[in-house]
């Protein structure tokens, strides 16, 4: 199984960033954290980062007919990007949201998001975890997919 993790804006400032909220964990901490579980799962992993609306969107359009499951922490994005919505949509491909903090707990901007209209699970709150579980969860969407 071929998994594509997409991180959004400003979550290469981890480490640095707001740390009560984000904790202490640098971004390259969190590469090694996702790649680490995806191979004790057994998974192929791609782990992506960007800054720019346009290249998550291109990302998520490169991924059809190739990776099996999507992981997105679409960062600030989540809370604005249509077009983001639309491109998961367009290539129908599974997909987990997570965000590192628990957006329900914080300001009432970041409640709503787009990309929940299209992920079958959403994660949040639970920091490096978060995307431990969402990688889970798609091993086993994946096998109840089969049944
Ligand atoms: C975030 C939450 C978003 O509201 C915020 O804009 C981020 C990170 C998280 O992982 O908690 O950049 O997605």
């Not at 071929?2 to 964990?25: A, D, E, S, T, W």
């Not at 990302?59 to 679409?74: H, K, P």
Request: aromatic content about 10%.
């Amino acid at each position: 199984m071929k998994i594509l993790v997409i991180n959004g804006p400003n979550l290469n400032m981890l480490g640095i960033r707001n740390p009560k909220v984000y904790g202490n964990g640098t971004y390259a901490e969190l590469v090694g954290f996702i790649e680490e579980k995806a191979a004790g799962l057994g998974l192929r992993v791609k782990v992506f980062q960007s800054n720019s609306e346009s290249e998550i969107v291109t990302e998520i359009q490169n991924a059809y007919g190739i990776f099996d499951g999507i992981v997105l922490n679409a960062a600030a994005y989540t809370h604005t990007s249509v077009a983001i919505l639309d491109a998961l949509e367009a290539v129908s491909i599974p997909t987990v949201e997570v965000h590192l903090s628990d957006i329900a707990k914080r300001e009432d901007f970041r409640h709503h998001s787009f990309v929940s209209m299209y992920a079958f699970k959403t994660i949040k709150g639970l920091g490096f975890e978060g995307y431990a579980r969402a990688l889970e969860a798609l091993v086993d969407y994946s096998a109840a997919d089969s049944e």
